[in-house]
């Protein structure tokens, strides 16, 4: 975590684990580090509603911008216990870093998506 984060000295994080639900099946689990330098303080409260909102509303911090990758990994022990993975052996997997408007890395995350509940839709626009 420390090489992905680009933590210097003894730089600590945050570490939030949530499911999230559809229809009642746990089909996505989100692991979430923030940079502790940034993200000052994380509730229980706080991850139960929005960090993002948390962290723009309560902290002033400007997000700007992020870099995701979209890999299928067999599924993980901790897929297993934590998800309903029902007949399936692989998951989405979505990891990301997440910096501020002014290029700060304060956040990884790696969301792991039960494959016949994931979509990928993307935009892209060229100007000349």
Known sequence: MAKL?????????WKVFRVRQINGKKIILDKDY??????TNLTKEICEDSIYG???KELGLQIGFSNKEITVEPC????KQLLDIED?????VVKSTVHLIDGS??????SRHRPDKFKFTDFARRTW
């Open 105 to 110: 890395l304060f956040q990884y995350s790696e």
């Open 34 to 39: 923030f940079k502790s330098e940034f993200v």
């Open 76 to 79: 993980s022990e901790e897929d």
């Open 88 to 92: 399936f052996d692989m998951v989405a």
């Open 54 to 56: 948390y962290i723009e």
């Open 5 to 13: 984060l680009d933590l210097t000295g003894d730089g600590k994080v």
